[in-house]
Structures are given as C-alpha cells and as structure tokens.
C-alpha cells in the first residue's frame, strides 16, 4: 500500500494477509 506509513492502512494491509 501506498500509505502504509498510516495506522488504517495497516490495519488493512493485515486484513489482506489473512486473506489468501
């Protein structure tokens, strides 16, 4: 992700490696 210096975006980005 682009912004994945922001707190939503990794949140996100985890919610995308728990998914396959």
């Known amino acids: 992700l682009a ?3 922001d ?3 990794a ?3 985890r ?3 728990l998914q396959p």
């Open 3 to 5: 912004m994945a210096k």
């Open 7 to 9: 707190p939503e975006s």
């Open 11 to 13: 949140f996100f980005k």
């Open 15 to 17: 919610l995308e490696g």
